[in-house]
């Protein structure tokens, strides 16, 4: 690759680490594993930046390349561990705040891995259907059918209160 | 789009900062990025083509002449009453039943070797077969189970996440799985003697079947339906205008067929497709002297269709299940209940209110979890048969939440 050509994908990369992460963090839970995730996809770029620096949407391209490699995430022989064990060791000012994120989060996990992503990036990051349909490759449809399925499915693990909680409509 | 409120709120604890500073190093991308360009052009000097597979989807029109078989564009026999057959009563004298006085439950049996975690995800009208899965590796690799008179066998379906959704009182049960890794494609299956067999179409899911095999669902995000498990899909008819998206939840033994439907940003609505393929929006419930924000339809059983609706005011959301009855028009709200996963042929439903409850007219009949004395809701019922004795689901084994484990309900 050429000298300004690496200067640009370090720049672009440097603007987005913080997005990335984020999004990474939000997906897995993990600070560890969010920056493996991070790591992973700017490894990817790197590799496509010729191809696809100057496409149009590149940061949904990159987006969905971060998507992409959580799910793959699958097949790695670690990707059950850690999810419960890395909260407790954070301190925290609010106590139930933690209490809350860990049942969610150890439910969320209990999720398949499609139905969490689109949670994730619906309702957590905000994004629209079409550009979760877009990040994942699938239709709209789809992607209102696994928030639906996921949502099911995460009401059925969690527990009393936090499903009294949504019933207040709280 | 209904649950969107609720469902930011109620992940919203998730909301944090990643503590502490990124590891993430360019310098370290940059350096394996240029090993692996090295090796990414070796390989793809001999990659494969990629093949695209096209969809084939017969489009339905409604002013298709009626020739084909019934439910789909003529009169409708009767059918041979499942429940009547299993249980030896003619169903000529198709009566409503006494409703059952009290349920007990225990688990359903599971395979040797598989851990207790196991859920239900379907039942046929009789009580007879209840489908679900078990994860036998722990975490996510799911294997089918199906129960037949209580006694388990298993079957794989290709594909991630697979789940069968509905059986018939002759065992045949149709599902879905991801075949896809990447693409999030959802391929439809049906269960027959043991086997798995892929449906056609293509991103389909199948949610229901009847006792005739006619298969409901979605093709490419959109409400579609099968003449047999082994018929091309038909689009099912949708509103003018393009855009919309929803699916078939289920279908009736006349072929009248129950789902949602939504476009753009607007609200899902439960819609009805009467057995000549013509679309009707479902009256509207009314909530707190207001019509809903958004209501579905997700079953329906002998002209009884069970579903949600939720009315949003201020930051409040009001959910409820609602009843509609097609012979009479009516509809009523099934008290106490936010949550119903099954109705059978006398409009008896499997409710969640505050805790899990077999719903007969007017009667509530507590369908226990395998903990009595613990506090926290951890049951819920997914199937109810056409009789009321049997439902079946899940209920937390410890009784703190933990693990669910499939279970069965007998009621009398």
Known sequence: ??????????????????????????????????????????????VRWRQVSHVEHLDQYVRRM????????????????????????????????????????????????????????????????????????????????????????????????????????N | MDRDRYAAELLQPLVREPAGPSQVDIAQAIADGERRRRTVRLVSAGGAAAVTVLAL???????????????????????????????????????VPAPPASCTVRRLPMPAGHPAKSIVTGGDPTGRYIVGRSYPKGGRSDRILIWDRGKVSTATM??????????????????????????????????????ITRMPGEDAEARAINEREVVVGSVNGRPAMWRSPTSQP?????????????????????????????????????????PDGTLEALPKPTMNGKPATTYTADAIRNGWVAGWSALDEGATRHLAAPRWHLPTGELDMIDRSVIVNAVNRNGWVVAETDEASLVAGDRYVRLPGLHDAVSLRAVIPYTISDDGATAAGQASLTGDGGDPVAVVWNCR
């Not at chain 1, 000298?3 to 997906?27: D, I």
Request: proline content about 5%.
């Open chain 2, 234 to 274: 038909t689009m099912l008819a949708t509103p003018d205008g393009s855009g919309w998206q929803g699916w078939a939840a289920a279908v009736d033994e006349d072929g009248t067929i129950v789902g949602r439907l939504s476009r753009g940003n607007s609200w899902d609505q439960a819609y009805l497709w009467r």
């Open chain 1, 1 to 46: 690759m050429r000298a300004e050509e690496r200067q640009e994908y370090v720049e672009y990369v440097s603007g987005r680490l913080a997005t990335l992460r984020q999004v990474a963090y939000l997906l897995c839970g993990d600070e560890h594993r969010a920056d493996d995730l991070v790591q992973q996809t700017i490894t990817k770029l790197y």
């Open chain 2, 158 to 195: 290709t594909g991630a996440d697979p789940q069968l959704s509905d059986v018939t009182s002759t065992g045949v049960a149709v599902g879905s799985s991801f075949v896809n890794s990447e693409d999030l494609v959802t391929a439809a299956w049906v269960y027959r003697n043991g086997k």
């Open chain 1, 66 to 169: 971060l998507v992409r490699t959580f799910l793959d995430e699958r097949r790695r022989p670690w990707s059950r561990v850690g999810l419960l064990a890395a909260l407790p060791e954070r301190p925290s000012p609010a106590d139930h705040r933690v209490e809350d994120a860990m049942v969610l989060r150890a439910a969320l996990a209990q999720v398949p891995r499609r139905q969490q992503a689109v949670l994730v990036l619906r309702y957590l990051c905000d994004m629209s259907i079409e550009d979760v349909a877009e990040a994942l490759s699938c239709s709209a449809g789809t992607v209102k059918s696994q928030a639906n399925r996921g949502l099911a499915t995460l009401r059925r693990l969690l527990d009393a209160e936090a499903v009294s909680a949504l019933r207040e409509g």
């Open chain 2, 57 to 95: 989807v017969a489009v339905w029109t409604i002013a298709r002449p009626a020739q084909e078989a019934a439910p789909f564009g003529g009169v409708t026999p009767p059918l041979p009453d499942p429940a009547a057959e299993a249980t030896g009563t003619p169903s000529a004298a198709a009566t």
